[in-house]
């Protein structure tokens, strides 16, 4: 359910529950449980509501991060500066006697 040009989200927000309370009845009203008939129209409602919301932060916030640079970045930083790692362990302490 999209806003309508001008809207106020109060007012999209009321005919969203008045969309989603028409659905709940009618679910309902076919025979689908009570409780879960309300827990969907909960989760539907604020999935709608919240929708804008993050919708604009997503768009406020722009994405600068470059993955490759920093892949680039950490291995510079850190795998160049690092002692290779053994693949195998020998020593006394393993060695036993045969």
């Known amino acids: 359910m999209k806003m309508r ?3 106020l989200y109060e007012d999209w927000c009321k005919r969203v529950q008045m969309y989603e309370h028409g659905w709940a009845m009618q679910r309902i009203a076919e025979g689908e449980p009570v409780d879960q008939v309300m827990e969907q129209m909960s989760k539907r409602i604020m999935q709608k509501l919240m929708h804008p919301i993050y919708s ?3 768009n406020s916030v722009g994405n600068t991060y470059n993955s490759e640079q920093a892949k680039a970045d950490y291995a510079e ?4 500066n ?3 790692v053994a693949d195998h362990v020998e020593g006394q302490i ?3 006697p045969a």
């Open 77 to 80: 930083k850190y795998l160049k």
């Open 56 to 58: 604009d932060i997503k």
């Open 5 to 7: 040009e001008g809207e």
């Open 94 to 96: 393993f060695d036993k």
């Open 82 to 84: 690092r002692a290779p």
